[in-house]
Every structure is written in structure tokens, then in C-alpha cells.
């Protein structure tokens, strides 16, 4: 028999390094990232904004020109209305006259 004790070693098992699942996440840069995103949504927003309010300008002095071309029109319309109703009341008079001298001349 052998007096010899065997003993073996149980295999060396190392445990696996495991990584900070954190390593990789910078709150300072994310914060930078995220500002940054911020600033360039204001930017476009406020590009947007000032592209809309140029144009609804140009809209309001079409608009505004319009509407004083329109009265413009009206009064002219108005003064043509006057100047037509002068004239008809001067021709109506005229008529008048002729006619109350023809029935005064006949001796009707």
C-alpha cells in the first residue's frame, strides 16, 4: 500500500474581471451633450420663428396695400357716383325748364 497521499488540487478557477458598467457614462459630458442639444433646438426654433415672421411681413404689406388699393377704389367709385348724380340733377333741371317752357309758351 502505498503511504503516498494523492491529493490533488482542485483546478484554479479565476473569476471573470467584470467591467463598471458606469465606466463609460460621463454625467459631466452627457450634461454638455444634452446643453448642447438644447441650444441647437433653441437656435433652429428661433431660426423658424424669424423665417415665419419675415414672411407673415410680406403677407401683411401685400395685405395692406390691397386694402388701399381698395379704397382708393371706393373713393374714386364715390366721386364717379357724386359727379353722376350732379349731372343727372342738372339734366333733370334742364328738362324741367324746357318743358315748363313749352307748356307755358303753348298756353295749354
Same mark, same amino acid.
Given at each position: 500500500?502505498? !503511504?503516498? !497521499?494523492?491529493t490533488k *488540487? @482542485?483546478?484554479?478557477? #479565476?473569476?471573470? =474581471?467584470? *467591467?463598471?458598467?458606469? @465606466?463609460?457614462?460621463?454625467?459631466? $459630458?452627457?450634461? /454638455?451633450? %444634452?446643453?448642447?442639444?438644447?441650444?441647437?433646438?433653441?437656435?433652429?426654433?428661433?431660426?423658424?420663428?424669424?423665417?415665419?415672421?419675415?414672411?407673415?411681413?410680406?403677407? #401683411?404689406?401685400?395685405?395692406?396695400?390691397?386694402?388701399?388699393?381698395?379704397?382708393?377704389?371706393? $373713393?374714386?367709385? @364715390?366721386?364717379?357716383?357724386?359727379?353722376?348724380?350732379?349731372?343727372?340733377?342738372?339734366?333733370?333741371?334742364?328738362? %324741367?325748364? #324746357?318743358?315748363?317752357? =313749352?307748356?307755358?309758351? /303753348? %298756353?295749354?
Amino acid at each position: 500500500m502505498s !503511504t503516498k !497521499t494523492e491529493t490533488k *488540487d @482542485a483546478p484554479k478557477t #479565476e473569476m471573470p =474581471k467584470l *467591467d463598471n458598467p458606469f @465606466a463609460g457614462f460621463d454625467p459631466m $459630458s452627457a450634461w /454638455t451633450h %444634452g446643453q448642447q442639444a438644447m441650444h441647437q433646438l433653441v437656435a433652429d426654433a428661433m431660426q423658424r420663428m424669424t423665417s415665419f415672421a419675415d414672411d407673415f411681413a410680406a403677407l #401683411e404689406a401685400q395685405m395692406f396695400a390691397r386694402a388701399q388699393g381698395a379704397v382708393a377704389n371706393w $373713393s374714386q367709385l @364715390a366721386h364717379d357716383a357724386i359727379a353722376y348724380s350732379a349731372q343727372l340733377s342738372l339734366q333733370a333741371r334742364k328738362i %324741367g325748364l #324746357e318743358t315748363a317752357r =313749352k307748356f307755358g309758351t /303753348t %298756353g295749354v
